[in-house]
């Protein structure tokens, strides 16, 4: 399906783009109207909210989209795009996050192109780009990771690539609708992952995984130092859960590469006074993760204070525990 050169709707896909909310507020409009300003106009943007109290689904709803309603207790990264997918008309599902921006008209566009190219490639994702308040850390992190040269991942790049080769962000991410039902969904319930879950799924499938670096969205963090201590906690606990895709974990670049490259980048920008901040950062990232992947020999309180999704981890505990008495087991 080549899209339209005048970049309007007509001959491209139909596209439906979903975006989870929590109490997102007037950056909802926001979001909602860059949207509508695409060249590549979405067939309609669906909002599924997770009980906000801030009147995000009236916004949305003044917006004209449509709105899917879930208790907050009822939330999982995997489950609740799953929900939102199920009501989507779309040939093609874009995920965003509620805190991301389209950075230019033609992001979606940009988005789907190398889909509509290659009929192999089964989902794509966007270039982030720090905000212009964000910190010198994150944006040398932002930078590493969505880097301006684009690629196609394949299976072949495993043995290069490692975990690298799954990689994916439903910050803002496209995926074939077809290949997204083939190959059942997001897993659910999970505590962080889905995407690179499913684009594991993807690349052993023997699919493609693209990244559109021209398709840019501005996207940004200020995680404090506890906060990044849980994020990679629960990162830890989804990937030990996983073991299709822990088993490449110790393949090809690892965190201390990334860290490694930022300090370089503070030497040479002569910000060395970043470097203990950098340090401690990163400690807390790679203790978070290690206790995160053994996080069976844990108590359940214990990680359900570590963890930063806590309804999640709830849902995500039981499940477990289920699991090692040999009942069901968690999907993906």
């Not at 339209?4 to 596209?15: E, S």
């Not at 093609?92 to 992001?107: G, I, K, R, W």
Request: with cysteine; aromatic share 8%.
């Amino acid at each position: 399906m080549p899209i339209d050169a005048t970049g309007r709707t007509g001959t491209g896909p139909a596209v439906s783009v979903i975006i989870p909310t929590l109490h997102a507020g007037e950056t909802l409009r926001r979001l909602i109207g860059a949207l509508r300003e695409q060249t590549l106009a979405p067939r309609e943007i669906l909002v599924i909210d997770s009980d906000s109290t801030d009147g995000t689904p009236d916004i949305a709803r003044e917006c004209g989209v449509r709105v899917i309603g879930i208790d907050r207790k009822d939330f999982d990264h995997g489950g609740t795009r799953n929900l939102a997918a199920s009501y989507a008309v779309g040939e093609v599902l874009v995920f965003m996050t509620q805190d991301a921006m389209p950075d230019h008209p033609e992001m979606l566009e940009r988005l789907m192109a190398p889909m509509m190219a290659d009929g192999r490639i089964a989902c794509s994702y966007a270039r982030q780009v720090p905000r212009a308040e964000a910190g010198v850390l994150e944006r040398l992190t932002r930078a590493h990771l969505y880097p301006e040269r684009p690629e196609v991942k394949w299976k072949s790049d495993l043995s290069r690539l490692g975990l690298r080769t799954f990689f994916c962000s439903n910050v803002c991410a496209a995926y074939r609708r077809d290949v997204f039902e083939q190959l059942g969904r997001f897993p659910s319930p999970v505590l962080f992952n889905e995407d690179l879950f499913f684009a594991a799924k993807c690349v052993l499938a023997d699919y493609g995984v693209a990244y559109a670096s021209d398709a840019r969205v501005v996207h940004s963090h200020n995680y404090t130092i506890g906060q990044q201590f849980r994020r990679y906690f629960d990162n830890g606990v989804s990937m030990r859960g996983n073991d299709m895709v822990y088993a490449w974990s110790g393949v090809g670049r690892s965190g201390s590469g990334m860290v490694l490259t930022v300090a370089r980048e503070l030497i040479r920008m002569r910000r060395m006074r970043y470097i203990p901040r950098l340090l401690v950062e990163s400690a807390a990232k790679f203790a978070g993760y290690q206790l995160g992947k053994r996080h069976r020999l844990l108590p359940a309180a214990l990680c359900r204070r570590f963890s930063m999704h806590r309804g999640i981890w709830d849902r995500y505990y039981l499940d477990r525990a289920r699991a090692d008495a040999g009942g069901e087991t968690l999907r993906g």
